[in-house]
């Protein structure tokens, strides 16, 4: 099949491209192509007011007090019968059952300004787990987490690790989106972080990556500035945890890449990946 220039490449596909040349040459993996890259991939169109206007509010975290306790939760044990030996097909039922016991949740204030339930993707026996605060928009439209522009950012993190999506589990600690976008409130997300631990139980994974400020809280029970819990591991319901930004606050600070990168680097560590090739 002959190479299509970028030209010809329709718009979604093409600024996907875009979207995966500048993450990497953020990252500073400039060298990381095989074949020379096409400058004009370097050189997206304007991003359109509506999807720009949007980003602002994304996932601001709430000012953060150190070590300040968040109020307590119901604790959720591990289910015995989901083992490291446990197949994909039953983990795939024990996720389904999780989501039925949700229901058509009304037992926060969320449900009065949602669309759709955003439960969970990915693979029910991934290594890795990724897990933000809430839907946005795009999530709430289409009941998957991380599709919009965060998501696409999110996506070019993992295959920075040299994964692909559906080889790990993406959900988020509460699942509605909160008004606006706004940060989740202690009594949403308490009442509804549960239900992510008991996703955490069955897929149990090696890795677990928190996504910014307010998944890093509710995971491990504290508010601590996000700097001094970046940088290193963190024992977590049986699994590794390490905390990073959040794909929105990248979008918003790009310079901010390389940290995240470094944080990655981290979980790729724990999973025994190596860093892309070079040259």
């Given amino acids: 099949m002959p190479r299509q220039s970028p030209g010809q490449l329709d718009p979604a596909t093409r600024q996907a491209l875009v979207e995966r040349v500048r993450f990497y040459r953020d990252l500073g993996l400039t060298e990381f192509y095989r074949r020379p890259v096409d400058p004009a991939l370097l050189v997206s169109e304007p991003i359109r007011a509506e999807h720009e206007g949007a980003q602002p509010a994304l996932f601001q ?6 070590d300040q306790p968040i109020p307590p939760r119901t604790p959720i044990s591990t289910p015995p019968q989901i083992s490291a030996a446990t197949p994909s097909a039953d983990r795939a039922a024990a996720l389904q059952l999780i989501r039925e016991d949700i229901g058509d ?3 926060c204030a969320l449900h009065k300004g949602r669309h759709t339930i955003v439960f969970g993707d990915g693979s029910p026996t991934a290594r890795l787990m990724f897990v933000g605060e809430g839907p946005g928009a795009d999530e709430d439209a289409q009941g998957i987490p991380f599709v919009g522009r965060a998501g696409q950012l999110l996506n070019n993190m993992i295959a920075a690790m040299g994964l692909k999506r559906e080889e790990v589990y993406i959900a988020n600690v509460v699942k509605c989106r909160p008004p606006g976008n706004r940060t989740p409130e202690p009594v949403e997300a308490n009442t509804c972080s549960p239900f992510l631990f008991r996703q955490i139980d069955v897929v149990r994974p090696q890795v677990l990556v928190a996504l910014g400020a307010t998944a890093a809280t509710y995971l491990l029970g504290q508010r601590q500035p996000l700097a001094g819990l970046r940088g290193r ?3 977590f319901r049986g ?3 390490v905390v990073t ?3 929105a606050f990248l979008l918003r600070d790009p310079r901010q890449k390389k940290e995240a990168w ?3 680097q981290i979980a790729m560590k724990e999973l025994g ?3 892309p090739a070079k040259g």
Wanted: proline share 17%; charged share 20%.
């Fill in 239 to 241: 699994t590794q945890l």
């Fill in 61 to 66: 975290p709430a000012p953060l007090k150190e």
């Fill in 245 to 247: 930004y959040h794909p």
């Fill in 233 to 235: 591991v963190h024992a």
């Fill in 105 to 107: 949740c009304t037992r």
């Fill in 273 to 275: 990946l190596k860093p």
């Fill in 262 to 264: 470094a944080d990655l």
